[in-house]
């Protein structure tokens, strides 16, 4: 049971033009959502996250935008440049309870053509 | 201020055998938790691991163990290794166990887990 789902395993964009990654939830439990960015042989990195409370965090070139009732969220990287390429997860944070782990997505491969 | 190390970098193992992996958390945090990530998969919620005890487990078999030691450092253990154990094991420090902004997941590179 996929509870966090990024459908679109691939994505290529041109530099400067907007990059829009695509996650959808079905739990409506989850309370804290994020974006991690990985690179190979590398680990998760933190990129932007936002409470449930809010539908939208900017944070200079990404912002993300949270859509509760359709359970939906979305990342946008503008402009978008070559060193973004990498595979971004979504992650949704739940109470397990006592204990918040996280549950991702299978992740998108986005790739920024120069 | 030195972020989520995790050792061995690679490691081979056959069926059968045993493993331990080994994480050093981010300075300040006193929380640990493990994921592992099968190939063109995301990251699986294995145990966390707060003030050295376990404080919540995912869908894993017993013979998933872990350990966290005072200094906030912890160990992943699989016995009895299994073919599909091969993956990449992650593991992640926050300063505490509560979600939201103040407890964001931070992670190490990983071990790359390879079972023949």
């Known amino acids: 049971d996929q509870q966090v789902k990024q459908n679109s395993p691939s994505l290529s964009v041109q530099e400067g033009r907007i990059s829009i990654l695509n996650c959808d939830y079905t739990?409506?439990?989850?309370?804290?959502f994020l974006w991690y960015k990985k690179y190979p042989a590398e680990g998760p990195t933190f990129l932007i996250s936002i409470s449930s409370i809010k539908d939208k965090n900017e944070d200079g070139r990404f912002t993300v935008f949270l859509n509760k009732s359709a359970k939906h969220l979305s990342l946008h990287i503008v402009p978008s440049q070559p060193g973004d390429s990498a595979v971004y997860f979504c992650a949704a944070s739940v109470d397990f309870p006592g204990t918040y782990k996280y549950i991702f997505g299978t992740g998108t491969r986005l790739k920024v053509l120069a | 201020e030195t972020g989520v190390t995790q050792s061995p970098t690679h490691l081979i193992k056959t069926r059968g055998q045993q493993v331990t992996l080994r994480c050093s958390s981010q300075s300040g945090h006193n929380t640990v938790s493990w994921y592992q990530q099968a190939l063109g998969q995301g990251p699986q919620f294995i145990f966390q691991y707060y003030r050295e005890e376990e404080n919540g487990r995912g869908n894993f078999p017993p013979r998933f163990s872990g350990l966290q030691f005072p200094n906030y450092s912890s160990e992943l253990n699989v016995n009895a290794l299994e073919l599909d154990d091969s993956a990449l094991y992650l593991c992640a420090s926050s300063l505490a166990s509560g979600g939201g902004a103040k407890n964001i997941q931070y992670f190490g590179a990983g071990t790359r887990l390879s079972v023949l």
């Open positions: 739990n409506s439990m989850f309370d804290y």
